[in-house]
């Protein structure tokens, strides 16, 4: 079969949901290729990632059928062509590590998605975007143009039709506004290992109190959240013969790892948000 | 809903399949609560692992429902209650601490299944087993024994009709007439990671070779296979200054650990085998 | 030779310790072994791990010679012969996964120290302590009985000459006055990856925010500090669909695992303290 | 102290290595900063890595007087200051991610080391090397021309004062006289974990067994060994849902992991070799 889609539903639980999509489903000729469901005990919300091939080429007219069949459950449906990639804006400061991690990912095939531009406060970290002939904007901060800045990026997103934006140690803090506007699309990596030390240089206090192991977390940006809902974290084992330089070191491997998989997650549509925590098919 | 049931499910691919199960369980009153899916590329092999509620009870005419709706697939079905557990029956030879390992977890209720009888070919682990209150039968074998003794571990198998068997350092190696007898339902612990070093003593030639990380690996015991398909596998970090013994104690840390895991999969219908690789919907 | 002997020995830096610790130790006939050393920077504080064999078996000698060659420095020395084990008292509550894992280990030699006595609140574990023939005593507490308990303990690690106190899920908080008495001297296991989350029932609160890793961390327990100088940590992986009772059964694991190989790093003299952190030649 | 000094020594073992190191050391009015010694107890072989201060700056007189005093040992010294890195030439082919790692840190300082020349067998990397300022090489090479080709390696290497050479996916299989001439030299990385599957495609290989962990190895190449002493090796977590692309995928970031470690250790003195296998004082 020629298409392959990527479904993903999430809405309340209830019998005949997964009858219901694979009625649909097979009205369209479609055959499931890969299928994760998981419903929430608590929140009694029910998840679903179907990954199906079909000749059918009608998206809008599937995808009307599955709200249709479904409409009564207050569902969450995205529906698109596997092929069609999703959509990230890549926001920077002036470290690079998890710019030049995610581009030369996404040079590579490793991390399927679009990257339309990358944007940042300074104009450090041209030279990488342009070295991977990915448009590169500066849009200045200070606490003065805060507002007119967020709307410029906002604009951007508007007009690249972004799916989502990624925070690739962009060290501005957004307005709760900002957030609030995009929720569920940005994405943030945090240079610590969730519940982690507070303030400023986690990895210097980290060496202080003789940590045996460190991480770093990606997580959704939330207006209302201190740390948002968490995607993906990872960890490394550190001795006491490591300086905080070393830590630090260690830390942008650790980071940058976390984006770029939690990123990855995220352009295949394997991420749910349920309340402050993510379902992630992995 | 009263009753939690377990659904696995192989076959051949092919549109409908999904829609089918659900179709059936539907018209059982079921609610599906954890579905996983999985289909083999290569083999074109259909795996599906469901979990629903319904106040039905009545497995049999489910099953029939379920095998009938996808008989023409050659469909190999599983249904039971969630709380049926499955039974497993222990080998163990001298070495204790996987059987250890088992009964303690099985005890605080983080292995959920049945172990009816652990047998040994020595007399050596049998106040192991009466502390947690199961029956130990002393089974001896030498080369000449082995077909009777083979035929009373099968047996017993019968007897309690179990649905599996864990070699748990079981040091004798098994006829490929048993293996075949119980094919994807007997599971070793191999101490090393594989692939690994072949022969005797693994942990010793690690030690020789300055490996950086040791591993144990749990596999089914296939006849026609060196090293069955692998269902778990974990590894460690060493370094330079551990010793042989060290690397062996290690190893009995690995090996529990991983053995464990895999019995807890294989008593939840977590895997499923495609060739001589396997699906684990962890 | 026929002795091996453990030395540690922590002073103030400054040129010469390891040439005056081989002049002396030479001066015994000694070869060393094992020799790990690290220089804080910050603190400049001096450390050193020795593990020399000789002849000569006046181990009081040899210590008086190393204390009046470094007395200058204010040095903190121990030595000892290697097979003279540390001594431990492990206290219980009603939790025995700790305690199983540390007595087995202890069983299979893994663990090379000596446990005189363990402890307890209660009288849930003594068939545990019994089935390894260590005495149990109870010594149950109550908010009002506190001091007196305490001291009652404090003479046990007297009487038994223990050079530690294991906290192996012992669910009463120690006062501040018994602390004093046993500055590095008594390890805790913390049922989190520190820092963590706070409060009561960890692996719920981790649930709830759809960490996805765990973890747990030994520390020694101050008078002063909230969560002591860490010791050790480790960590796992886990997944959305893994409930809060997956999680503490987890975290069993990683608590028994992280606290049984603190507490084999304690024995074998091979952690310092330097203020709040920890140096650990592992 | 104004310099800084790293010291590597090994020996046969025997009584008074360590003072006889302190003794000279102090003459020169050294202080040790950080020392690390292990004695492999089968080869009798004493390995010692010091790091001092000292306000001396005549090496080559130190060097002269530890071989001097330690000579009837046939010890093996290498004695440097700590701010003169080590020398390696990169050899690479057309896969890039170990050499964009590689020079990456060593833009950021992470890698301690000198990188005078990049050599490759084609012109594919060109560009990554001249983005970070370093020649690039070109000396193709078939059956016929590989005599010739590696006299001009090793004539590069003999130019540059090389310490080492770094094989970072380097695709062709060095002579045994090459790797004769550079004992100890010779880093490569190896696209398995060790012992691991042979030949070609070892992640395909992985994914029909179906492992649920791969890995990779840096190891030492040598002339008679068919994989050489193992420096650094490194893991990851796989699913039966991975494609054997995505196992690639993963690989990569391994490789590229474990190969910068490794040459991290080499560069900074922390690699020693007994027999066929590393002590590494990480």
Chains 1, 2, 3, 4 share one sequence.
Do not use: W
């Not at 030369?104 to 095939?109: A, D, I, P, Q, V």
């Not at 104009?123 to 975007?129: I, S, Y």
């Not at 770093?216 to 940006?221: E, G, K, R």
């Not at 905080?244 to 991420?271: N, P, Y």
Request: charged share 25%; proline share 4%; aromatic share 6%.
């Amino acid at each position: 079969m020629s298409n392959q889609y990527l479904l993903t539903l999430q809405c309340l639980d209830g019998p005949g949901l997964i009858k219901g999509v694979a009625d649909v489903l097979l009205a369209y000729g479609a055959n499931i290729v890969e299928q994760a469901q998981f419903t929430d005990p608590e929140a009694q919300l029910f998840c679903l990632r179907t990954r199906f091939e079909t000749d059918n080429d009608d998206v809008i007219a599937m995808r009307a059928s599955l709200v249709e069949r479904l409409t009564h459950r207050e569902v969450a449906v995205s529906l698109r062509r596997a092929d069609v990639n999703r959509r990230v804006i890549v926001l920077v400061s002036k470290a690079d590590h998890c710019l030049e991690d995610l581009l030369y990912r996404h040079k590579l095939g490793e991390l399927r998605l679009d990257i339309p531009v990358v944007v940042s406060n300074h104009d450090t970290l041209r030279p990488v975007a342009e070295r991977y002939g990915i448009p590169f904007v500066v849009l200045p901060v200070t606490a003065e143009t805060r507002r007119t800045q967020e709307a410029a990026i906002l604009q951007l997103v508007s007009e690249h039709a972004a799916d989502g934006v990624v925070l690739a140690r962009y060290m501005q803090i957004l307005s709760d506004e900002f957030c609030a506007q995009l929720p569920k699309r940005i994405i943030n990596i945090h240079h610590s290992f969730l519940p982690g030390f507070k303030g400023a240089r986690p990895y210097h206090q980290a060496h202080e109190r003789g940590v045996k192991i460190i991480g770093a977390t990606a997580h959704f940006v939330t207006a209302d959240l201190d740390e948002g809902p968490i995607i993906e974290q990872d960890v490394q084992r550190v001795a006491h013969n490591y300086s905080a330089d070393d830590l630090v070191a260690i830390g942008r491997d650790i980071e940058r790892r976390v984006l770029s998989r939690a990123v990855g997650l995220f352009a295949e549509d394997r991420v749910f948000l349920i309340g402050s925590r993510t379902i992630v098919f992995a």
